[in-house]
């Protein structure tokens, strides 16, 4: 079965530094893997997705991911923090065979220092 | 486009009381589906849909009903409602056949209370 592992409930960084957020997956298939987003009191929005393709995938304001399928990981990265960043991360695995059904990580929390 | 709309955003219960929560689509989408989202656990699904007239259960599906007579809604009933079901419940919708390589959209949620 399928499963996801956020490393970390809450990163904080500052403002103009990198971010660095993780995520272990577990699956019997090819994966398809996404990162979502929630900022406070609204709907998820989806940043990128993997589906085997390239392994490094690049989303939306200036995130990107990188499949490393010998260490079953998808950590999501961006080379300089804005306080805009600040929101509720959710990394999501699907098997490409079957289901339907997408499975979500714990979340990792982004606070964004000025 | 208004995407995927949801009513009513908050709503307080009751045990014991029943209600509906709406979930409507503009977008054509075959596929539907309605999670629920716990502090510390990310989203979990209770009913997913690949199109009209046919409907599946997710992972915690007890105590929830849905149907879909058209594309474009996606009711979820709660029979008797219990203290459990205090949660944000949010409805999504994907293109064709929803299968794992599609973009899900969600829409802006329902926080629900159960007294």
């Known amino acids: 079965a399928q499963s996801v592992t956020q490393l970390d409930s809450h990163v904080s960084v500052s403002e103009g530094t990198p971010v660095l957020l993780r995520c272990n997956y577990s699956?019997?298939?090819?994966?398809?893997l996404f990162w979502y987003v929630q900022h406070p009191n609204k709907g998820l929005q989806l940043l990128l997705k993997y589906t085997s393709a390239a392994t490094l995938v690049k989303g939306i304001n200036g995130f990107e991911a990188e499949f490393k399928k010998s260490e079953t990981s998808f950590h999501l990265t961006k080379p300089s923090a804005h306080m805009s960043d600040a929101a509720e991360y959710f990394c999501?695995?699907?098997?490409?065979?079957?289901?339907?059904?997408?499975?979500f990580g714990s979340g990792t929390r982004l606070l964004v220092r000025p | 486009n208004a995407g995927v709309t949801q009513t009513p955003k908050f709503q307080v219960l009751k045990t014991g009381q029943s209600m509906t929560l709406q979930c409507a689509q503009d977008m054509n989408h075959e596929y539907m589906s309605w999670y629920r989202q716990d502090p510390g656990m990310g989203l979990r699904l209770i009913h997913y849909?690949?199109?009209?007239?046919?409907?599946d259960q997710g992972e915690v599906p007890n105590g929830y009903n849905v149907s879909r007579s058209t594309t474009e809604d996606f009711p979820l009933r709660l029979l008797s409602a219990a203290p459990s079901q205090t949660s944000v419940y949010f409805c999504?919708?994907?293109?064709?056949?929803?299968?794992?390589?599609?973009?899900?959209?969600f829409g802006p949620g329902t926080r629900l209370t159960v007294l």
């Open positions: 999501v695995v699907s098997d490409l065979d079957s289901s339907y059904k997408l499975i």
């Open positions: 849909s690949v199109g009209a007239g046919i409907t």
């Open positions: 999504a919708s994907s293109p064709s056949s929803g299968k794992g390589w599609d973009e899900q959209f």
């Open positions: 699956s019997s298939y090819s994966p398809s």
